[in-house]
């Protein structure tokens, strides 16, 4: 997966377009979340692109966390800072969008950095529909159809040994909490190499201005999805 077309970077900061952030999303991610439309006026850089910059510059390490506190918009310039246990990413202005928390032997290695990163994208892009739809319908909400923010909230990965080429993600359990208009996502899932598990994960959304579930609504929001899907791949 070659992510350099996706980012610009000039003495150590890394900064976006709003085509980059959006051609990652549609092209590496199979994620068509309105947010990362290039004209959305909430546009904001896929979580998923900044995940696969760290794990480029920083190699990846048996235990791993991402935590995420604000969306990163073109323009913004990101300092990568030197390696560590924690690090933090923040613009020139201090403001931070991203802490990473890293424990246990690190590898470099290209293919693992490769397969990790395109196999967890993958994963992550999927969320809408084929995860979040049933879990809202189960507790009878729904996301705005005209507004919807759905956000990237935090991710853990955490891997028995380093020694593996090929980690493909697959989907254990989705569990969604809803407190008024806003809901919880849990999504947890299991890395297997060659057959054997080697690592467990999770991922964490935020749902804001969720509404009464209406089934008309539901369907009309997953076709224009699916549309833009289309229309994107038509191009």
């Not at 923010?149 to 569990?175: A, F, T, W």
């Not at 054997?196 to 201005?209: T, Y």
Request: aromatic residues 8%.
């Amino acid at each position: 997966m070659n992510i350099d077309r996706y980012f610009s970077e000039t003495n150590g900061n890394i900064c976006f377009t709003r085509e980059q952030g959006s051609n990652f999303a549609k092209k590496m991610a199979d994620d068509f979340n309105p947010l990362h439309d290039i004209d959305a006026k909430r546009f904001c850089i896929p979580g998923d692109l900044l995940f696969s910059i760290i794990l480029a510059k920083y190699g990846i390490s048996q235990h791993m966390q991402f935590v995420f506190s604000g969306m990163v918009v073109a323009g913004v310039q990101l300092l990568m800072p030197e390696p560590a246990e924690e690090i933090h990413i923040a613009d020139e202005e201090g403001r931070e969008y991203l802490r990473v928390k890293r424990e246990g032997n690190i590898s470099c290695d290209e293919l693992l950095l490769q397969n990790l990163t395109r196999s967890y994208v993958q994963f992550s892009g999927q969320t809408f529909p084929h995860i979040l739809v049933p879990l809202l319908a189960e507790q009878n909400v729904m996301i705005h159809p005209d507004r919807p923010l759905v956000i990237y909230e935090s991710m853990s990965i955490d891997l028995d040994r380093l020694d593996i080429e090929k980690p493909l993600i697959r989907g254990d359990y989705n569990r969604l909490g809803v407190t008024g208009k806003r809901g919880t996502v849990e999504l947890a899932f299991h890395l297997e190499d060659d057959g054997e598990v080697v690592g467990r994960g999770k991922k964490h959304m935020l749902l804001m201005g969720l509404r009464e579930y209406d089934k008309d609504a539901t369907e009309a929001a997953i076709s224009s999805y699916n549309n833009s899907k289309t229309s994107f791949s038509s191009k």
